[in-house]
């Protein structure tokens, strides 16, 4: 549990705003920093306890300095990119930070075999070489308002869909009170599994172009090896400009459009991080799940874990058996393999962290003495909350299981079950909305087709299908046949249906979708592989997915009342609504950490760890002649450490998650000193059980970007345009 200690301060806290004051001042003593980390925190309401935990962990800046909607303030230089990850403003003319994976499937889609940016990077050297990238989209967050009690207006004896119709009517009111200027969005969002309600108004801008992006040896280096793991050296940045009409508004991508002027951008600081430094990390985090009852924590780690990382091992391996002794499946074969082996990776890391740091006897704990509080204090609507919830995990883990498997085999690992999923739905499109539509669709379908075949490969695919196959019919069939016949079985099945599908090539594709309507579909129902396909398609749409949420509902119901008795229950925590892919604060401090036994971890990697770790030629470890030329002749312009040498990556006990890469890491001024793009192997657990002795995000130090745009890349004219600000010196 986490009680507030703190003593300083005290006297700057409104104690209307804290609802904590009277007991801290109750435990005055010294303060306990491990205790004020940790929590992804709404940015519209820091006055008080986050803004004094900031302070006591050297922050100079205010809670207005953060978020303010009558002046400009930090969060004007933040912007969700592309739906998934956090981007910030650097300069006063739209430019743009993120992470290279993050602006990885831009630059791969302005790459070709002339001009490989992916491998060789990309520097426009003046606005009219910047890259539009049509469909991007960057996210500005104009306001977020606690509108809890508006939308539970008159439902207090409400239930099931006479609530749902409230809130919904409630909902309407609260947006339209709002003035939406033309281009914002307003929408109600849920916090706090339903116990509070935001509206968040947006503004959306549509000509993103691209910038720069170092080689894929910089921007990826370690790729898939040294993914979630520390020591890391990385320069995982890119760099995009937003762009808007003459007016400053947001438009199409035009000609005539011009760089964006920001309300603020973020000075990028060149004083460099030391052990203990204050850090602010604010972005994006997609979700986390912090307040889990002990029983779905050892759910994930015995359960349903396990089975996921092995249906990923099975496949992975497969592949990397392929591209091992196939250049060209290697190509094909990358970025497949990199997806699938990120959550792989990262599951195996959360499960292992959790048993590590007894999560699941800790959270036991704390429920021990939450039952105890609530008999002790008649609290009977809470009484039976943790015996419900064992009752309900046992089903929900059953058909979250069965879905899983579904999702890992038919959806993600097996690229033929995966395509006639797909047909399965142009199919629904015939019946649904008939003949015009299906033709549209068809259209887009074979357009995209192209780029799934040109990276496809049968045998590859095949081979993962037996495997898979037989894996996720030994969990749940019900025929009695030995191991042995079971492979077998899909062996034969797999040498069948891969002979005799169409479905294995672009032209057989073509073949079946060109065909006038009627056939197409008679066509495509004759072929093996959809047969297959549409049956799985059909277990998932009938069985699968609704047992799954009629479960997963009455565990969120629960999960909603939980959440809600804790805070009643122990006022001394501090909670933070789990993060919902909406605008996040975290902060904590440049901290090293000691993964095990006798081995510490220093929070900060240099390039000589570059040099270390080069493998010439190899496809993660390999370095390109001029940054080891600029580190021999130790060229490191003005942004070199204390120590002389060229910093690359650190990391610190900033909370954060998936989303989050690409978030901006401000010091105590709010000037940019890193970029965050991940987090290490031992605190990956962080989703569930935030530890701030483990618990570590990945940043790229902001010298070293500079060192790249500026050294390496020779774009002076970017570092040109920033503010480069030393507050230190
Ligand atoms: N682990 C980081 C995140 O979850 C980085 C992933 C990109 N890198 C990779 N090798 N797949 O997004
Ligand atoms: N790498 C993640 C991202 O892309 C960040 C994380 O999970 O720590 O958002």
Redesign the pocket.
């Known amino acids: 549990m986490k009680f507030l200690k703190l003593f300083l301060f005290i006297a700057v806290i409104s104690l209307s705003a804290c609802k904590t004051a009277q007991n801290i001042v109750e435990q005055a003593q010294e303060p306990n920093l491990k205790e004020m980390q940790g929590g992804m925190w709404v940015p519209s309401e820091l006055e008080g306890m986050n803004e004094m935990e900031m302070q006591i962990l050297g922050s100079k800046l205010s809670a207005k300095d953060i978020y303010d909607t009558d002046a400009p303030s930090i969060k004007d230089a933040i912007v969700q990119f592309n739906g998934g990850c956090t981007a910030e403003i650097i300069s006063g003319q739209g430019l743009i930070l993120t992470n290279h994976?993050c602006g990885y499937g831009a630059i791969q889609s302005h790459s070709s075999v002339e001009n490989d940016y992916l491998t060789d990077g990309f520097w426009a050297k003046d606005l009219s070489k910047e890259l539009p990238n049509p469909g991007m989209v960057v996210t500005f967050v104009v306001s977020m308002e606690n509108v809890t009690e508006q939308i539970l207006t008159g439902t207090e004896s409400l239930m099931g869909p006479e609530l749902e119709k409230v809130m919904q009517a409630n909902r309407e009111k609260v947006k339209k009170q709002y003035n939406l200027s033309r281009d914002q969005k307003a929408v109600v969002k849920s916090f706090d599994h339903g116990n509070q309600f935001y509206l968040i108004v947006t503004e959306d801008y549509k000509d993103i172009r691209l910038v720069g992006a170092p080689p894929s040896s910089i921007g990826?280096f370690g790729?898939?090896t040294d993914?979630?793991m520390w020591p890391r050296h990385s320069g995982d940045f890119s760099l995009f400009r937003i762009y808007a009409d003459k007016n400053n508004n947001p438009a199409e991508y035009s000609e005539d459009n011009v760089p964006y002027k920001p309300k603020h951008f973020l000075p990028v600081s060149t004083d460099g991080v030391a052990e203990g430094d204050f850090t602010l990390v604010f972005g994006f985090p997609g979700r986390t799940d912090e307040y889990l009852p002990a029983v779905a924590i050892d759910q994930i780690v015995n359960k349903l874990n396990p089975d996921k990382i092995a249906l990923r091992e099975a496949s992975l391996a497969i592949m990397d058996k392929y591209m091992r002794s196939d250049e060209k499946i290697k190509i094909q074969y990358a970025s497949k393999f990199?997806g699938i082996?990120?959550y792989w990776k990262?599951w195996i890391g959360e499960s292992q962290g959790l048993t590590q740091t007894n999560a699941i006897e800790k959270k036991r704990a704390q429920e021990v003495e939450f039952q105890k509080i609530v008999n002790e204090e008649g609290l009977v609507e809470y009484q039976n909350l943790l015996a419900d919830f064992d009752k309900l995990y046992q089903e929900y883990g059953e058909v979250t299981q069965a879905r899983d498997y579904w999702i890992e085999v038919i959806y993600r690992n097996v690229e033929l079950l995966n395509l006639t999923f797909q047909l399965y739905q142009l199919e629904r499109v015939f019946e649904q909305k008939g003949q015009e539509a299906f033709d549209q669709e068809k259209t887009t379908f074979l357009k995209r087709a192209k780029g799934f075949y040109k990276n496809y490969n049968p045998q590859v695919d095949q081979e993962i299908f037996a495997k898979l196959m037989y894996m996720y019919d030994a969990k749940y069939a019900t025929t009695k046949i030995s191991e042995q016949g079971r492979k077998e079985k899909w062996k034969n099945e797999a040498a069948k249906i891969y002979k005799n599908s169409k479905l294995t090539t672009y032209e057989g594709l073509e073949s079946i979708l060109n065909g006038n309507n009627k056939n197409v579909l008679q066509e495509l129902n004759k072929d093996a592989a959809y047969q297959l396909g549409e049956s799985y398609a059909e277990k998932f749409y009938n069985e699968l997915n609704p047992a799954y949420y009629t479960s997963k509902d009455k565990i969120d119901a629960l999960q909603k009342t939980y959440s809600k008795a804790m805070q009643e229950v122990f006022p001394n925590r501090r909670f933070f609504p789990d993060a919902n892919s909406t605008l996040r604060l975290t902060y904590g401090q440049v901290k090293g950490y000691e993964p095990r036994d006798g081995v510490y971890y220093m929070p900060v990697s240099y390039l000589d760890g570059v040099i270390e770790k080069y493998v010439p030629g190899d496809y993660e470890f390999d370095v390109s002649e001029k940054l080891q030329e600029l580190y021999h002749k130790k060229d490191f312009g003005n942004y070199a450490d204390t120590n002389a040498k060229m910093p690359v990556d650190f990391i610190g006990t900033n909370h954060t998650t998936?989303g989050n890469?690409g978030s901006p890491v401000l010091d105590a001024y709010g000037n940019l000193i890193g970029l965050n793009?991940?987090r290490v192997w031992e605190g990956t657990m962080s989703d569930y059980n935030y530890d701030a002795d483990i618990c570590r995000n990945i940043m790229v130090d902001a010298r070293y970007i500079l060192f790249i745009i500026d050294k390496y890349a020779g774009a002076t004219h970017l570092i040109d345009e920033m503010t480069l600000v030393n507050p230190k010196k």
């Open positions: 994976h990826k790729a898939d993914n979630w990199a082996a990120n990262k998936g890469s793009f991940d």
